[in-house]
């Protein structure tokens, strides 16, 4: 069985709504006690910062049955009086259909009245509306100029996506120095995804110099906020001796952190581990319901996996109808091995109907990617033509 261990690619976060702001000593005195009485008190005589920390309790479900609509209400409430933090989030909230019938275009609307007033959250959202053309024209430009402006205030997501457009060259001049730069201001803060793609950069040596144990140190860091792609990274580094001392099991124990959040490769990764008594017991039929977990979200390698394990009766009952099955899924994604083994079975007639002209082309699309067996049989079956 074929296992191949990757790094897991950048990421861009949008930001959550925020749940802090205003200057009312009594609307924060009654947020924190959780008291709604007090709190909607204050707020339906009109009190923004009231208003806001309502909206926010309904939001989250503090202290009160999580209510979006009433959320939404209490935020427009607040909004409406210039609340920069109910801006925001009344904006997010049309962004995600959230309490409100989605709709792009006002959430940008909220943001931008946000922005007026030099909010960081707002500034860095209406950046990702730039960024993924929601609401407004796609503009990498645009999207780079409002991260700027949010991550200058220490606003940790726009520092983390201000590097990824650094280091992508979306927007910008591609500068990996730079990214450097804006992914360790937000990684000091304790940004996931930016401990994440430093840990990337580290392990590249993209814009600094090549570290393996500072990469893992940084992944280590994201993993243990569960972030699933450093839990996969780190997994990875404990496999192959990366910046760490090589160990099997704490190599296991990552993917299984991953694969248990539906990290695909982790899932397909940690079958391979189980198939092979690789830092944990053998156990075949973990190992299939690991590829299986894997095969399902689209893994081709994991798909190819699980039809070699119903060819085998490794682990589960041999079927070698569900055997192609699952071979087919793999080859239609390019897997050159699965394309061989389906080549075969339409030659043999195992799990299929025998087909000669079905099996030579499946071998002849394994072929064309080189695979050297089905380069063999093509030529045997070319030579038994020209003996006729």
């Known amino acids: ?173 591609k500068n990996t120095e730079l990214a450097v730069v804006w992914y360790l201001k937000a990684a000091e803060q304790g940004h996931a995804n930016a401990q994440f793609n430093l840990g990337l950069m580290f392990a590249k040596g993209k814009g600094i110099a090549k570290d393996a144990a500072l990469a893992a140190d940084w992944y280590r860091k994201a993993a243990e906020q569960g972030l699933v792609n450093a839990q996969y990274n780190l997994g990875v580094s404990y496999a192959n001796g990366e910046g760490v001392a090589k160990d099997a099991e704490l190599a296991a124990a990552w993917y299984r952190k991953a694969a248990d959040q539906g990290f695909a490769n982790a899932q397909y990764t940690l079958g391979a581990m189980y198939a092979d008594g690789e830092g944990i017991a053998k156990d075949a039929a973990l190992a299939a319901d690991w590829y299986r977990k894997a095969a399902e979200q689209g893994n081709p390698a994991a798909q190819y996996n699980l039809g070699v394990m119903y060819a085998n009766g490794e682990g589960v009952t041999k079927d070698a109808g569900l055997s192609v099955a699952w071979f087919i899924k793999a080859a239609e994604q390019g897997d050159a091995d699965a394309q061989f083994n389906i080549g075969y079975a339409y030659a043999t007639g195992e799990g299929v109907a025998l087909d000669s002209g079905v099996a030579v082309d499946w071998f002849r699309k394994s072929a064309e990617q080189g695979h050297k067996d089905a380069k063999k049989v093509l030529s045997e079956i070319d030579q038994l033509d020209k003996n006729r």
């Open 1 to 173: 069985m074929r296992k191949s261990l990757l790094l897991a690619g950048f990421a861009l976060a949008l930001t959550l709504p925020s749940v802090a702001a205003g200057k009312s000593d009594d609307a924060l005195s009654a947020y924190e006690r959780k008291d709604v009485a007090a709190l909607t008190a204050m707020a339906e005589r009109g009190e923004p910062v009231a208003q806001f920390r309502l909206g926010a309790m309904y939001a989250n479900g503090e202290g009160v049955a999580k209510d979006a609509e009433a959320a939404a209400v209490w935020y427009r409430k607040a909004a409406e009086q210039g609340n920069p933090a109910a801006q925001n989030n009344l904006g997010f909230m049309y962004g995600t259909g959230e309490g409100v019938p989605k709709d792009a275009k006002l959430a940008v609307a909220w943001y931008l009245r946000g922005v007026e007033q030099g909010y960081a959250d707002a500034q860095h959202n209406l950046g990702m509306m730039y960024s993924e053309g929601q609401g407004v024209a796609k503009d990498a430009e645009a999207a780079t100029a409002w991260f700027l402006k949010a991550a200058e205030q220490g606003y940790a997501p726009a520092q983390n996506n201000l590097g990824h457009m650094y280091s992508n060259g979306k927007g910008v001049t």
